[in-house]
């Protein structure tokens, strides 16, 4: 977690990103380290623990982090909790909470309270648009026969 913290707080010094970091370790080893770089790549997805996701699973040439734990600097945003499940990390630690970063104006919290709502009462508006020529994918899906489940 130290590790975690003193990346978030290099961040805020050297300004390429808001103050997260997270580490991934597997078998007690950091396997990868990042920062947020949302600001400085121009990626709103940069988020620390995006990054260091994307990092360990270049290193382990895998899409899942089965084995590895994760830990970060903050409660992950939506985004990342989202990313944290796809990549399928035995256990996630943090420091900060969603409730310390909204006070810091980082809107995790504002995020949390519009997926809980209907799509017709957010404040952003979903409009769905092609369904049935997107079902074509889908169903190409289900009959393939030599996919990498995920």
């Known amino acids: 977690m130290q590790e975690a913290i003193?990346?978030?707080?290099?961040?805020?010094k050297t300004g390429?990103?808001?103050p997260f970091g997270a580490v991934v370790v597997k078998d007690g080893k950091i396997i990868a380290r990042a920062a947020n770089s949302v600001t400085s790549t121009n990626d709103p997805t940069a988020h620390a623990e995006v990054n260091a996701i994307r990092e360990a699973c270049k290193i382990l040439n895998t899409h899942q982090l089965t084995g590895c734990e994760i830990y970060t600097s903050c409660e992950p945003c939506p985004m990342c909790l989202g990313a944290i499940?796809?990549?399928?990390?035995?256990k996630v630690y943090y420091a900060n909470t969603k409730k310390d970063a909204a006070a810091i104006n980082f809107d995790d919290d504002f995020i949390y309270q519009e997926i809980a709502k209907p799509l017709d009462k957010r404040e952003m508006k979903f409009v769905q648009l092609s369904r049935e020529e997107a079902l074509i994918a889908f169903d190409e899906w289900k009959k393939k026969t030599d996919k990498i489940e995920y």
């Open 16 to 18: 390429k990103g808001g």
């Open 6 to 12: 003193e990346l978030s707080v290099n961040n805020v």
């Open 85 to 90: 499940y796809w990549a399928r990390p035995d």
